[in-house]
């Protein structure tokens, strides 16, 4: 079994680490670039909607302050030859400074900006940029046309649905936890020229509740649950899906620290390509039950581990613990 391990100095090194590994620069490799704040999760968690095969394009996801695109950020961004240009987040999160910058460096490409007045909007917003119901519609699962959707108070189940978004083509929408917002339950409404008829809550009733579930279910979608006990079962959960409806395989695996967000968010578009299992550790130095039993599961089928973040992330003792699991050694 091969290990890697992709890391910068920060997250936004780690990120521009990742978009350097997925996509290889050259005058004749095109990919669009996607630019989100890398200390606050929600507008990131969004674009991840951006970094599919949009238009033909996968897209690189970086992250930034919200007045300045950090060094590596920008050195990934010099070095694309990108169509699109989008940045994610109102000009009070992502500020003018860095959409100017990011137009900067390619003078032939269309930089665009998608916000609103609160995470839900800026979500909704690039859903429909996303998702234009002509060149690009939804994925459907059992022959329908699929959402999912997560909790937009915490990213623990949206960064281990990011990678089946990115790759399979299925919108990830935020929603109050308790009530379905009012921006998702206007999609469904007026949107049906996108032909959504499925929704996968991701995540238990404490992230994201059972009315949540009859509401939907009351709008006359049909929905499934895709959950595990915690944010580490439901990361495993949400392969098993991916392995059930998209042919998934735990070859090669990706170890990313599960008490933050910014590294699972910049992999989606990565993971996803890999068509791989994105497993969540239970903090910097402890891989957690929920990842070592998969990886003991899985012996047979893992022969490459990818890990996310410098030590600080995934420390090396982690790293052994998850070799440990699938080679059987103690």
Do not use: K
Request: no cysteine; charged share 20%; glycine share 10%.
């Amino acid at each position: 079994m091969t290990v890697t391990r992709l890391a910068g100095a920060d997250r936004y090194a780690t990120a521009a680490a990742i978009a350097r590994a997925t996509f290889p620069t050259g005058p004749y490799l095109r990919t669009d670039v996607v630019v989100a704040r890398g200390d606050a999760f929600p507008d990131a968690l969004s674009a991840v909607n951006l970094t599919g095969a949009r238009y033909g394009g996968p897209a690189s996801l970086l992250l930034t302050e919200r007045d300045r695109l950090p060094a590596d950020s920008a050195a990934v961004v010099d070095a694309s030859h990108y169509i699109h240009g989008f940045i994610v987040g109102a000009a009070d999160v992502v500020g003018d400074a860095v959409a100017d910058r990011v137009a900067a460096a390619q003078e032939t490409s269309f930089v665009m900006r998608m916000g609103g007045a609160d995470r839900y909007e800026t979500n909704a917003a690039v859903y429909r940029t996303a998702y234009d119901g002509e060149a690009d519609v939804p994925a459907s699962v059992d022959g329908q046309r699929t959402a999912l959707l997560v909790s937009g108070t915490s990213y623990a189940d949206a960064i281990s649905a990011g990678p089946v978004a990115s790759e399979e083509r299925l919108p990830l929408l935020l929603s109050d936890p308790t009530t379905l917002s009012g921006t998702v339950e206007d999609i469904f409404s007026t949107n049906r020229d996108r032909g959504i008829t499925q929704v996968v809550v991701v995540g238990g009733p404490q992230a994201v509740s059972e009315q949540v579930v009859a509401q939907l279910e009351a709008m006359g979608l049909t929905v499934r649950r895709v959950a595990g006990a915690d944010r580490q079962a439901t990361s495993v959960a949400m392969f098993d899906f991916a392995a059930q409806e998209f042919g998934w395989t735990p070859r090669n695996v990706t170890l990313v620290r599960g008490d933050d967000f910014a590294d699972a968010v910049a992999d989606a578009t990565r993971a996803g390509r890999w068509h791989a299992p994105m497993l969540l550790t239970a903090g910097p130095d402890d891989l957690g039950g929920a990842a070592r039993a998969f990886l003991s599961a899985h012996a047979g089928d893992v022969t490459g581990l990818e890990v996310l973040g410098d030590q600080s992330a995934v420390s090396d003792a982690v790293v052994a613990d998850a070799v440990n699991a699938v080679t059987g050694r103690t």
